[in-house]
């Protein structure tokens, strides 16, 4: 089982950046692709980021390509999400997930963390 943990969100004016942390429990983070979603009020759970249990591949939503980066830590269990460029439109609690062979389809995932609230302003 894993539980994970997400920090790193809050509030930032357009154009500027913030880096998202999911601090995972248990020694069998290593064995997960992992994934970042985001869900705005009102709307589905959308995909944003994923990487391999490696990190040797990466996935990213059309959207956020160029703006963001996904990256993850085996050693310290971490899970890792650059945001830059940041608009009003990436407004949403962000999530992350465990899967057991990555996918950017949020019914694939078996673990979520809380989320955490990323407001940018205009």
């Known amino acids: 089982q894993v539980q994970l943990v997400e920090s790193g969100g809050g509030l930032v004016q357009a154009g500027g950046s913030l880096r998202l942390s999911c601090a995972a429990s248990g020694r069998t983070f290593r064995s997960y692709a992992m994934g970042w979603f985001r869900q705005a009020p009102g709307k589905d759970r959308d995909f944003v980021a994923a990487i391999s249990w490696d990190g040797g591949r990466a996935y990213y939503a059309d959207p956020v390509k160029g703006r963001f980066t996904i990256s993850r830590d085996n050693a310290e269990n971490t899970l890792y999400l650059q945001m830059n460029s940041l608009t009003p439109e990436d407004t949403a609690a962000y999530y992350c997930?465990?899967?057991?062979?990555?996918?950017?389809?949020?019914?694939?995932?078996?673990?979520w963390g809380q989320g955490t609230q990323v407001t940018v302003s205009s």
């Open positions: 997930g465990a899967s057991p062979k990555g996918s950017m389809r949020s019914a694939e995932y078996e673990y």
